[in-house]
């Protein structure tokens, strides 16, 4: 993309309301991030609200921002995107990375865990990670403490390892780390979604989450409560289609009743690197995207508006609390597929709908 149209790109995801999958749909409908912002404020009206781009001071000041810390952002379209990040749903539009983002482009193993994890926990995590990557996999991780901390430092020495961050790409978190984040982000590679200067909150560890399972062809558990992050990230990997691996432990430790559970559902028992490497050395990355070609999206044909007054009617009243397979409108709306994605987009735009994993909306 050029410049102007980067900034576009930009200005768009830093809109309220405005998510991944509607920005793609957005580049997709009209054909650029320059033509989609001028109609982003007509698309909302007809949801049934006002709504301002982001501000353009804002948008510059983040570029600049960004460059004044080293790194620099990668978009959807852009040939270095992750590509196996790139082939999930709700693929993040755009990336901040600082670091040596070819490590993306090589088989890689998220491994996540407890962050009060047991010391032995910590020792097979780090040792497992070190062998992995001297083996030529990446080890990606969210740089949390205990299991995460662990699987970095085995990782690094053999200098491959990614780390995702749920604040900005200059806010470390835990402060304990804010160390090893800094060398990562120099030696390793370190990725965040949210703009410089955002604060860790609770809505963006699952966000976070999501990007650890798509940007790894499998996912280890190492230790896990029952409710606990590490099984969202295990659960998003299973919705990629990704395999999910987890170490046993004993059914007296609270942390190891994730693992266990997971293994009892049909996750891969693991008790070794080779049972790792056994599992990700039939993956032939050749099927992946190749690198270098970025997401595309096709210029947009001639086309009219077809939803009108009555198919919003019609396709809002379908919606409810509840999550429900776009598909399903469709087929209860009889409305063409294209008609319900642009009501869908217009809701969205409007504050008025809410997206979830697996192709699933609901009202808000």
């Not at 090893?180 to 955002?198: F, R, V």
């Not at 395999?243 to 293994?263: H, Y």
């Amino acid at each position: 993309m050029s410049d102007s149209e980067r900034f576009a790109a930009l200005q768009l995801l830093r809109t309220p309301s405005l998510g991944p999958v509607s920005w793609r749909q957005l580049l997709q409908r009209f054909g650029s991030a320059q033509g989609a912002a001028a109609a982003l404020p007509d698309l909302a009206a007809r949801g049934g609200r006002r709504l301002t781009l982001a501000d353009p001071r804002g948008v510059a000041a983040e570029f600049e921002r960004v460059a004044s810390l080293g790194a620099r952002h990668i978009f959807l379209t852009d040939a270095d995107y992750p590509p196996l990040l790139a082939q999930t749903d709700g693929a993040p539009a755009a990336i901040i990375v600082r670091g040596d983002i070819s490590l993306t482009q090589r088989p890689a193993l998220a491994m996540v865990g407890a962050r009060n994890a047991s010391a032995i926990a910590c020792r097979f995590a780090r040792q497992i990670a070190a062998e992995l990557a001297r083996e030529g996999v990446t080890v990606v991780s969210g740089l949390a403490r205990g299991i995460d901390t662990a699987a970095h430092v085995g990782a690094m020495a053999g200098g491959a390892t990614v780390g995702v961050i749920a604040s900005g790409i200059d806010i470390a978190f835990p402060p304990e780390n804010e160390a090893l984040q800094g060398e990562m982000g120099t030696s390793q590679l370190l990725i965040a979604e949210q703009p410089p200067g955002t604060q860790p909150i609770a809505r963006h560890f699952p966000a976070r989450n999501r990007i650890i399972a798509g940007l790894a062809a499998a996912t280890l558990v190492v230790e896990a409560a029952p409710k606990s992050g590490s099984l969202i990230t295990a659960r998003r990997a299973a919705e990629f289609g990704r395999e999910v691996l987890a170490v046993p432990g004993s059914p007296l430790d609270p942390r190891a009743q994730g693992c266990n559970l997971l293994i009892r559902e049909g996750a891969t028992l693991v008790q070794s690197a080779t049972d790792i490497l056994e599992m990700l050395r039939p993956i032939d990355m050749r099927m992946l995207r190749d690198p270098g070609q970025g997401w595309q999206y096709d210029a947009p044909s001639e086309r009219v508006d077809d939803a009108d007054a009555t198919d919003r009617m019609r396709i809002a009243e379908l919606l409810g609390p509840v999550p429900v397979p776009v598909d399903e409108l469709v087929r209860q709306s009889g409305c063409a597929t294209g008609v319900v994605s642009l009501v869908l987009l217009e809701l969205e735009l409007a504050g008025r709908l809410e997206r979830h994993a697996g192709g699933r909306v609901s009202a808000v």
